[in-house]
């Protein structure tokens, strides 16, 4: 075959034999379901014949099932060019115009149907959704434009189930409930909001903006990537970006430090996290819980219990701000009774400090520490009554601890705040009370509280 011969058949366009192939692959492979390849197939045929109306249509259908919308309308309105009377895809573009809120081009899309085919049930019944969609959107405006939130949403929800594809709606609709104190349905729709727009960075940042006063650290992260991935130079988008990076890295790195029962590093970082982000409640309470948790793990019981009863107070003061999601009155009263036992602890022996050993000091550090201090503070080397007493009361302090340093279930008592030579204790007295944190903040076992932050 002549060089010039190749040039046209490869490259101006394709044999017929050759998009008949493509066509039939593509009608195959698109009943067995496997439209990227029967995508591909149609590809070829629109590349090897430009000025086929069907190959258009056909290539719209993969995409409509590959649920790409927009990349079907490009190839209806080019079919419609071609074949002007070409019903079936005026009515799918009408349809299509339809979901995405544009009831106007729908509109005209449904008359041109009707005008070739009076009787068409479907153009009829499409027209007929696209005037009242029209209808609805315009109650919708009125009602935000006068404040009345509530009734723009009720309206929003029928214009969505007729327009699912229309990002306006679900912005219009997010800002209502934004509003009206309900961020999480906001999100849900800015979501979908953010795919049906070709760069929806304002939604991004919104939701953005969203999850990060809601305490969703993570989420406002990627959201704010995703509007960095449509323009790296957006200047809110980035302002926000270093914003949140930098409180996500601190509360990660607090966590850690937890994990790792390096409770004074974590404190001093959840006091960074309160200087990084003041102004959002949700942050200074976590803060203040987990740097709660720290002290009590640290034996602090005053100090604990003196930021926790701060943190309670801010949470009774924002009352109508956040609400429980779970609330464990059993795993709160043992938290609470466990501070308050660690502050009644406190105020009495501290076993550890009477032998002047590390709370991790093994038994025989424990029995060493023992016979020096019993030796050295034998009543019998001391001569004056005053001197005796004093040394029989450290005497009988030095024995205590050692009996219960060097008993394990007795150690472990005391080790989470309570005295087991306590006659208080042994009679069940205990003393300590308990009282139930409200909100289902539990300052002293675990992290993961939830709650619904509502906009004031």
Not at 6 to 12: D, E, N, P, R
Not at 24 to 32: D, V
Not at 338 to 352: E, F, G, N, P, W
């Given at each position: 075959m002549?060089?010039?011969?190749?040039?046209?058949?490869?490259?101006?366009?394709?044999?017929?034999?050759?998009?008949?192939?493509?066509?039939?692959?593509?009608?195959?492979?698109?009943?067995?379901?496997?439209?990227?390849?029967?995508?591909?197939?149609y590809h070829s045929a629109v590349e090897g014949d430009s000025k086929n109306y069907l190959t258009y249509y056909k290539r719209a259908a993969v995409f409509l099932a590959m649920g790409k919308s927009k990349s079907a309308l490009p190839d209806l309105s080019q079919a419609i060019q071609l074949k002007p009377d070409f019903l079936a895809a005026r009515l799918q573009r009408g349809n299509i115009l339809l979901k995405q809120g544009s009831t106007q081009e729908a509109r005209e899309d449904f008359q041109a149907v009707l005008k070739r085919s009076p009787n068409h049930e479907e153009a009829h019944d499409q027209l007929s959704k696209a005037e009242e969609l029209e209808l609805l959107q315009e109650e919708a405006h009125e009602a935000h434009h006068r404040g009345d939130y509530i009734t723009t949403v009720q309206v929003l929800e029928k214009v969505i189930e007729l327009s699912p594809w229309d990002p306006e709606s679900r912005e219009l609709r997010a800002e209502c409930y934004i509003r009206l104190g309900d961020p999480r349905k906001a999100i849900m729709d800015l979501t979908p909001a953010t795919r049906l727009r070709a760069d929806n960075r304002a939604a991004f940042l919104k939701l953005s903006q969203l999850h990060y006063s809601l305490g969703d650290h993570h989420d406002s992260l990627n959201q704010i990537r995703e509007c960095l991935k449509l323009d790296q130079d957006d200047k809110e988008c980035f302002a926000h970006y270093k914003q949140v990076k930098k409180l996500s890295k601190q509360l990660d790195s607090a966590e850690e430090l937890i994990s790792e029962q390096r409770y004074q590093e974590a404190i001093e970082k959840y006091e960074s996290v309160m200087r990084t982000e003041p102004n959002v409640a949700f942050y200074t309470n976590k803060a203040k819980e987990r740097i709660c948790f720290c002290l009590v793990k640290m034996k602090s019981a005053e100090e604990a219990l003196d930021i926790c009863s701060s943190t309670l107070t801010d949470y009774y003061k924002m009352n109508r701000i956040f609400e429980p999601f779970h609330f464990d009155n059993q795993e709160i009263r043992e938290g609470l009774d466990?501070?308050?036992?660690?502050?009644?602890?406190?105020?009495?022996?501290?076993?550890?400090k009477i032998l002047g050993v590390s709370r991790s000091a093994n038994k025989q550090e424990v029995i060493k520490a023992y016979r020096k201090l019993a030796q050295q503070w034998h009543p019998d080397n001391f001569q004056s009554e005053a001197d005796k007493k004093e040394a029989e009361k450290k005497f009988i302090d030095i024995a205590s601890a050692k009996e219960v340093l060097t008993d394990p279930e007795m150690r472990q008592k005391f080790d989470s705040g309570e005295d087991p030579l306590d006659p208080e204790n042994q009679q069940g007295g205990g003393g300590g009370g308990s009282r139930e944190w409200p909100f289902g903040f539990n300052p002293f076992e675990g992290g993961n509280f939830h709650f619904k932050f509502h906009y004031n």
């Open positions: 002549p060089v010039t011969c190749l040039f046209i058949s490869g490259v101006l366009g394709a044999t017929p034999v050759e998009i008949e192939h493509h066509l039939e692959m593509g009608r195959k492979l698109l009943a067995a379901g496997q439209l990227a390849e029967a995508l591909s197939h466990r501070a308050q036992k660690l502050l009644k602890q406190s105020r009495k022996r501290d076993y550890y």
